[in-house]
């Protein structure tokens, strides 16, 4: 739940834990993220929650994208 008015506020302490095992997801098909809600959720909604995640953070988008992709990749255990 972290695109959602009370973590836009920053109410949210999952945001401020250690980025070892931060990953990031959509709830397809329902609850979209705030700046797309009333619409069906999809996979490519995954950007704002990105953003989010990257403002409470104080990183940037990319920085996130880097630490979630190389998570995701450890624990699935996806190599090159």
Known sequence: P???PAVAL???DGLHRGHQ???VETDCPFLAPQ???GKRNEPSFITGVIECVA???GMTTGEIE???TNNAARLFGFTD
């Open 21 to 23: 095992r931060l990953l």
């Open 35 to 37: 700046h797309k809600r």
């Open 55 to 57: 403002q409470q953070r």
């Open 10 to 12: 920053g109410n949210f």
């Open 2 to 4: 972290l695109v959602t």
């Open 66 to 68: 880097e630490l979630t």
